[in-house]
């Protein structure tokens, strides 16, 4: 038996249709908006109003990362000189790694990069830090193949492959949207 794609759940585990986003203390959540809108391209989004707290949600890739403020004598995480691969991280694909490499350069972002070949598939990983010292891994993984190591294993085909995308596509062509927004931006507290 190989590899199925379902749409139905399947075995003991739980209902998930996809990752949504990540989560990150702050020190500066103006200084790591900053960051993630100029160095990886994430847009600011709206965050629920009932949020009594400091924070921002950012989205981009299919994918959200909420911003929240450290308190003021919670324990920050430690943020190493040392870039260390085999540290924490998220990941992000991208098929030009050369001009990553490049633009990382422009903007004076240290990095430490690896080149891996696996079965004749070679593929590069770029390592950084964000200003909280939270590891982030640009590459491009796409080339290696996702082989399950139990031949019976069932890859959940996403039912909502495109909601993301078409959520963003309607939220453009209305006016409402914008005019929430202005008045949520006025709300934000950095």
């Given at each position: 038996?190989?590899?199925?794609?379902?749409?139905?759940?399947?075995?003991?585990?739980?209902?998930?249709?996809?990752?949504?986003?990540?989560s990150?203390?702050?020190?500066?959540?103006?200084?790591?908006?900053?960051?993630?809108?100029?160095?990886?391209?994430f847009?600011?989004?709206?965050?629920?109003?009932?949020f009594?707290?400091?924070?921002?949600?950012?989205?981009?890739?299919g994918?959200?990362?909420?911003?929240?403020?450290?308190?003021?004598?919670?324990?920050?995480?430690?943020?190493?000189?040392?870039?260390?691969?085999?540290?924490?991280?998220?990941?992000?694909?991208?098929?030009?790694?050369?001009?990553?490499?490049?633009?990382?350069?422009?903007?004076?972002?240290?990095?430490?990069?690896?080149?891996?070949?696996?079965?004749?598939?070679?593929?590069?990983?770029?390592?950084?830090?964000?200003?909280?010292?939270?590891?982030?891994?640009?590459?491009?993984?796409?080339k290696?193949?996702?082989?399950p190591?139990?031949?019976?294993?069932?890859?959940?085909?996403?039912?909502?492959?495109?909601?993301?995308?078409l959520?963003?596509?309607?939220?453009?062509?209305?006016?409402?949207?914008?005019?929430?927004?202005?008045?949520?931006?006025?709300?934000?507290?950095?």
């Amino acid at each position: 038996m190989g590899i199925q794609e379902i749409n139905e759940i399947n075995g003991d585990s739980l209902p998930l249709l996809s990752l949504n986003h990540v989560s990150f203390l702050c020190k500066s959540v103006r200084g790591s908006v900053k960051f993630y809108q100029e160095v990886l391209g994430f847009i600011l989004i709206k965050r629920p109003s009932s949020f009594k707290f400091e924070g921002a949600w950012l989205f981009n890739y299919g994918i959200g990362i909420h911003l929240l403020q450290r308190e003021r004598g919670a324990n920050a995480p430690t943020k190493s000189s040392f870039i260390n691969p085999k540290d924490n991280h998220i990941s992000f694909e991208c098929a030009d790694m050369n001009l990553v490499k490049m633009k990382l350069e422009e903007m004076g972002i240290e990095y430490v990069s690896a080149v891996v070949v696996e079965g004749g598939v070679k593929f590069d990983q770029l390592f950084f830090h964000d200003p909280d010292g939270y590891m982030i891994e640009i590459c491009d993984c796409y080339k290696l193949p996702v082989i399950p190591l139990n031949p019976c294993s069932v890859l959940k085909k996403h039912p909502l492959a495109a909601t993301h995308e078409l959520r963003l596509a309607l939220a453009k062509d209305n006016d409402w949207i914008m005019d929430n927004l202005i008045a949520d931006i006025i709300d934000i507290t950095f």
